[in-house]
């Protein structure tokens, strides 16, 4: 079974400042997603960033990079240039590319980022 | 953008009544939806998967008939949580996933049920 390991329940950072959130799985498989979501006091669960295993670029969505390291089989996510909203719980995923697209979630990092 | 939509945001109901929460994708059909459950300051847990017109799965450890799912069409899922006691208190969160687009879910805003 795939488990999904984020280590760093809490973080901080300074406002326009780069922090770096950390996340490990464990898969036997070899075509799979990987996400990062983010969790703001609302709950409402919002994508940040995706990243196809089979791709070797990492992603990068404008303040959001991830670092992917496929056979270390860690997904890193690194925030530039930090901002006051983007303080919230950080959710990594796996999702399998086969079958039911069921994603595993892992414990979650809540970021503080400090005026 | 693809809209999924939980009703109710929140509710409170009184042990031993049953409380049905809908997870609607507004503006796409949804191949497969996906309930879980979030205790406060933990992650999301994967209750079901809920695909249209066949039974649900659950995971290992859920109750199936304290938690009855039914997909009735491709823009509906609900979750009834039958018989509620205050440990069933819990936010439940849905998600779905684009026919044909795979890849990301759509998460609903999620329901903060009470039991009393």
């Known amino acids: 079974a795939q488990t999904v390991t984020q280590s760093q329940p809490e973080m901080s950072v300074q406002e326009a400042e780069t922090v770096t959130l950390s996340c490990t799985y464990d898969?036997?498989?070899?075509?799979?997603?990987l996400f990062w979501y983010k969790q703001p006091p609302s709950r409402q669960m919002i994508l940040v960033i995706r990243?196809?295993?089979?791709?070797?670029q990492n992603a990068t969505e404008n303040r959001f990079s991830v670092n992917f390291q496929k056979a270390a089989k860690s997904f890193s996510l690194k925030i530039s240039d930090s901002q006051l909203g983007d303080a919230a719980m950080y959710f990594c995923?796996?999702?399998?590319?086969?079958?039911?697209?069921?994603?595993?979630f892992g414990t979650g990092t809540r970021l503080k980022v400090l005026a | 953008g693809a809209v999924v939509s939980q009703h109710p945001s929140w509710v409170i109901c009184k042990s031993g009544t049953s409380v049905k929460i809908e997870c609607r994708s507004l503006?796409?059909?949804?191949?497969?939806m996906f309930w879980y459950r979030q205790f406060p300051k933990q992650s999301l847990m994967l209750m079901a998967t809920?695909?249209?017109?066949?039974?649900?799965?659950?995971e290992q450890g859920v109750e199936k008939d304290k938690f009855l799912i039914n997909h009735a069409s491709l823009t509906l899922s609900t979750l009834t949580v039958t018989s509620a006691h205050p440990e069933d208190s819990s936010f439940y969160i849905c998600?779905?996933?684009?026919?044909?687009?795979?890849?990301?879910?759509?998460f609903g805003q999620g329901t903060r049920l009470t039991v009393v």
């Open positions: 998600s779905a996933t684009r026919q044909g687009m795979g890849t990301e879910a759509f």
């Open positions: 995923a796996y999702r399998s590319a086969a079958g039911t697209y069921k994603y595993i």
């Open positions: 809920s695909n249209e017109g066949s039974k649900a799965t659950y």
């Open positions: 503006d796409f059909q949804a191949t497969t």
């Open positions: 898969t036997s498989e070899s075509d799979y997603y």
């Open positions: 990243q196809e295993a089979y791709k070797q």
